[in-house]
């Protein structure tokens, strides 16, 4: 367990809510307690602490007393807020107490306890996998848990209705139904497919088809192609701009491509943006953010943008990074202020060795909460690509 120098606000309203309204004791009389004291002012009605030097003493004007006295009170009318770094054990004392942990034992938002996180993290992921075992994974981020339930070279996903519709990089869409059973399929043969979008009628869906620097436009009974959006002239067959990931939001696609200008031919990877383009002509009308590279996996959430900027190992939100990994990011989703963040394997070391220290080399899917600031990682033998939230999370 760690302090923490920051309070999150939801881990600071799910504390006070905790009180409500109840007397408040303080477990701990040391440097975690009067840090409590200081930044949370709420009052107290006395204190308690294991060291019986302390017993008959104060801590900020607050009378100390020992622990014994809590066998007394009446847990439905008082609550004991732990300030000390030996939560399990003071826990396991005060329900010998009769006091419950959560219920009328609260820890002080400080303190980090290890295993716990503001936001719920326990969710189930459909993660798509790249290669020649690649496929989709169903990933129970609680059971830590991977389940194949497609096979295949797969890129984007997206939901549509009870199932998705996926991108295999080199064969074309196929739509699944809610038991990943094929529907339909639209052969695309060698276009390198990567990122999908549903525009807001769920009449049409967008396609990153990268090798052409083009976005495919099809319908999402047939799968059929109606057309095609090209951001900028750069001839059929040629993949310059390496356009792959895209969102759909108010008559607008956001994209992410490695060029703006189209030199990725040049291996030039200083060029990469994330650009709003017209639905209805493929104009690039703004270029949100300039200067990524190799930028990844665009994310409309609460109207924020996030997207990996994926040679810098990191996740941004607009043009301020927010997340820096160790590993080459692909694949993001969120719930809360919980990221899922896919990692893929590095490679070409050498465009990275000059600027990182250490270089993760292990392919998975990070669980970041923006609010500490902490992570956990499982890890996996594929590629991850694209994250979907297969599931609502579970609060266990």
Not at 39 to 67: K, M
Not at 87 to 104: N, P
Not at 123 to 140: E, K, M, P, Q
Not at 345 to 367: K, P, Q
């Amino acid at each position: 367990m760690t302090t923490k120098t920051a309070i999150p606000p939801s881990r600071l309203n799910a504390f006070l809510a905790g009180l409500r309204g109840r007397r408040c004791v303080l477990f701990g009389t040391g440097a975690t307690a009067r840090e409590f004291l200081d930044r949370i002012p709420i009052p107290i009605d006395y204190a308690v602490d294991n060291n019986a030097e302390t017993w008959g003493g104060n801590l900020r004007s607050i009378e100390v007393r020992e622990p014994e006295v809590l066998a007394d009170e009446d847990p439905e009318r008082t609550v004991v807020i732990i300030a000390s770094a030996a939560v399990d054990w003071i826990s396991t004392q005060l329900e010998g107490y009769g006091f419950r942990f959560r219920r009328d034992v609260l820890v002080s938002p400080l303190i980090l306890e290890e295993g716990t996180d503001d936001e719920p993290v326990d969710a189930r992921l459909l993660v798509s996998c790249i290669g020649s075992n690649g496929g989709l994974f169903v990933l129970d981020t609680h059971e830590r848990t991977a389940e194949k339930v497609f096979a295949g070279n797969c890129r984007g996903i997206i939901r549509l209705g009870d199932g998705f519709v996926v991108a295999l990089e080199e064969l074309g869409l196929v739509r699944l139904d809610a038991n990943f059973a094929e529907t339909a399929r639209h052969d695309r043969l060698d276009k390198n497919l990567h990122g999908i979008a549903l525009d807001d009628s769920g009449a049409r869906l967008y396609v990153t088809e990268t090798a052409d620097d083009c976005i495919g436009i099809y319908d999402t009974v047939r799968l059929s192609r109606m057309g095609e959006l090209r951001p900028a002239d750069s001839g059929r067959g040629e993949d310059r701009q390496h356009i792959n990931s895209l969102a759909w939001e108010d008559g607008q696609l956001i994209v992410s491509m490695f060029s703006i200008n189209g030199v990725t031919e040049r291996e030039i990877w200083s060029d990469g943006v994330v650009a709003a383009l017209d639905a209805e002509t493929g104009r690039v009308e703004q270029v949100i953010v300039r200067g990524l590279k190799q930028p990844h996996t665009v994310l409309l959430s609460g109207g924020r943008l996030y997207y990996c900027n994926s040679m810098e190992c990191s996740v941004n939100e607009g043009d301020r990074l927010i997340c820096q990994l160790a590993g080459y990011t692909r694949g993001l989703a969120k719930i809360g202020e919980t990221f899922f963040i896919g990692q893929s394997e590095m490679r070409r070391l050498s465009r990275f060795a000059d600027r990182f220290t250490n270089i993760a080399m292990d392919c998975g899917v990070h669980i970041w909460n923006a609010d500490n600031k902490t992570s956990r990682f499982l890890r996996s033998r594929r590629k991850a690509s694209s994250i979907c939230l297969f599931s609502k999370p579970s609060v266990l």
